[in-house]
């Protein structure tokens, strides 16, 4: 179970990134039933002040031997190296002993750096995949995507990807509604798909609908309704084409993957929260059998619906 994180910091960091670390991790929440991580910044030499990337100074309370205790070793966006061979070290120890390490933007070249990229595949920001790619090529990078998980390895792209990580995490360990209790107090969306797009392009605006928000709202609470193309560009007031075309350009998912997405998201909610049976289940998030919630479920959350059930319910808690 995710308990422990630390993240280590070095000059000239950017202060967003690790502030997305600080915000998911390092804010007491148990009041509102979110587990408590044991939380620590740590830095080649503790106490001594180093510069952002923003015209301030941090400095971090802990050393880098804190690192050898945690569950996670987050990675913030980080200017090119060279690295602390005891921070590299460290990263390779964690992976090593069967904990997690993620990185945020160019955090994943410290990862790199440390060997633990190596045979994987992984992404960034879009604006440094190229030279990542060139100057690790044992690595696979993965382009224009949000972010990547292989193993205990997870590396995601700039800035906002760094959230849908961290609470991809938190979901897998801690369940749903902890995730969802984290999104919802820092105002982002529950989940994205670490398959979505990097860069999503701004849609021109047609005659008849600015935005496809309301048609999105309206499936999410109809999951066990015909949610197919053709019936949401009718909902829409939009051809099947324009339609499909819109809904990637806002989105960055295709209409399948996204409906999909959310039916899982909510098998996963009433599996944690409700005795409805698999069957039952399927048909009210709209997928119809259990062998295809099976399939689905599987795909995406990585275990089985019987499995997650046992792990993250909350009605015998």
């Known amino acids: 179970m995710l308990r422990d994180v630390a993240v280590p910091v070095l000059p000239d960091l950017s202060p967003f990134e690790l502030g997305v670390l600080c915000e998911v991790f390092g804010i007491d929440r ?14 080649e030499q503790p106490g001594v002040p180093m510069p952002t990337r923003t015209g301030f100074s941090i400095s971090a309370e802990h050393g880098f031997d804190r690192l050898a205790s945690a569950d996670l070793i987050a990675v913030p966006a980080i200017d090119t190296g ?49 030279d990542l790619a060139a100057r690790y090529p044992q690595i696979d990078v993965e382009l224009d995507v949000l972010y990547v998980e292989d193993g205990p390895v997870l590396t995601s792209a700039g800035t906002a990807a760094g959230i849908d990580a961290c609470l991809h995490l938190v979901r897998q360990e801690h369940g749903t509604r902890v995730a969802s209790t984290i999104a919802r107090r820092m105002v982002v969306p529950p989940t994205r798909d670490g398959g979505q797009r990097q860069y999503v392009e701004s849609p021109v605006p047609e005659v008849g609908a600015d935005t496809l928000q309301p048609v999105l709202e309206w499936a999410i609470e109809h999951l066990d309704q015909d949610l197919s193309i053709p019936a949401l560009a009718r909902r829409a007031l939009m051809s099947e084409r324009t339609f499909a075309r819109r809904f990637r350009a806002e989105t960055g998912s295709t209409p399948h993957q996204w409906v999909t997405g959310q039916r899982v998201l909510l098998a996963r909610r009433m599996l944690e929260t409700t005795d409805a049976s698999v069957e039952q289940v399927a048909a009210r998030t709209g997928l119809g059998t259990a062998a295809i919630l099976r399939h689905h479920f599987t795909r995406i959350v990585g275990t089985s619906p019987q499995s997650y059930r046992r792990t993250f319910c909350t009605l015998s808690a």
Do not use: N
């Open 82 to 130: 060279p690295y602390p061979e005891a921070l590299l070290q460290a990263l390779r120890d964690a992976v090593a002993r069967g904990a997690r390490v993620m990185s945020v933007c160019s955090g994943a070249f410290v990862l790199a750096a440390a060997g633990v990229l190596d045979g994987r595949r992984a992404t960034t920001h879009w604006a440094h995949a190229d």
């Open 30 to 43: 148990t009041d509102q039933g979110v587990p408590k991580f044991d939380f620590a910044i740590c830095a």
